[in-house]
């Protein structure tokens, strides 16, 4: 599919793309502490569109993205959604219980490792590259505070959609 200026700065993310220099800071529960995990990731775009919804003539795109540590073979964390902004910069924040960007649970997560707040900032302003930092708010069934859990990597494309 050719992407043209309808997909706006998206179109710079159209295609697949890998970085290794992923840094998460989470919660590990084979050692109970927080920690940093090193990963490697591996995220796919594809171009939609046009797609009418009432009023409005969307055109996005489709992502998967998966993340492994190290050399495992299964990755140890995977995405699946899709994409519509209109900047080659942008900071997302969610909160829970907001209606316009909410953050829902499961009831084991609601108990052991719930998500209060989540703000992630892209930057796709470099040629061939896409980087993000993303900051996740947990109450942590087996911490006394909040656990600021962070991720962040940069990614390089290496084929197009």
Same mark, same amino acid.
């Given at each position: 599919?050719?992407?043209?200026?309808?997909? &706006? /700065?998206?179109?710079?993310?159209?295609?697949?793309?890998? $970085?290794?220099?992923?840094?998460?800071? =989470?919660?590990?529960?084979? #050692?109970?502490?927080?920690?940093?995990?090193?990963?490697?990731?591996?995220?796919?775009?594809?171009?939609? &569109? /046009?797609?009418?919804?009432?009023?409005?003539?969307?055109? $996005?795109?489709?992502?998967?993205?998966? =993340?492994?540590?190290?050399? #495992?073979?299964?990755?140890?964390?995977?995405?699946?959604?899709?994409?519509?902004?209109?900047?080659?910069?942008?900071?997302?924040?969610?909160?829970?219980?907001?209606?316009?960007?909410?953050?829902?649970?499961?009831?084991?997560?609601?108990?052991?490792?719930?998500?209060?707040?989540?703000?992630?900032?892209?930057?796709?302003?470099?040629?061939?590259?896409?980087?993000?930092?993303?900051?996740?708010?947990?109450?942590?069934?087996?911490?006394?505070?909040?656990?600021?859990?962070?991720?962040?990597?940069?990614?390089?494309?290496?084929?197009?959609?």
């Amino acid at each position: 599919m050719i992407v043209g200026p309808e997909w &706006g /700065p998206l179109a710079r993310l159209a295609g697949v793309w890998e $970085g290794d220099q992923g840094e998460d800071v =989470a919660y590990a529960n084979e #050692e109970s502490k927080v920690g940093l995990t090193p990963y490697r990731e591996h995220s796919e775009f594809k171009p939609f &569109g /046009p797609v009418d919804n009432g009023s409005q003539i969307l055109y $996005g795109l489709d992502y998967r993205m998966a =993340a492994w540590r190290g050399t #495992e073979e299964n990755p140890f964390h995977t995405e699946v959604g899709y994409w519509l902004w209109d900047s080659t910069a942008f900071t997302l924040h969610a909160a829970v219980g907001s209606e316009t960007y909410g953050i829902l649970s499961n009831k084991s997560l609601a108990t052991q490792a719930r998500t209060i707040r989540y703000e992630v900032s892209v930057d796709l302003s470099g040629d061939g590259v896409f980087a993000y930092q993303e900051t996740s708010v947990i109450e942590h069934a087996k911490l006394p505070e909040p656990l600021i859990h962070t991720d962040r990597n940069t990614l390089r494309r290496i084929a197009e959609a």
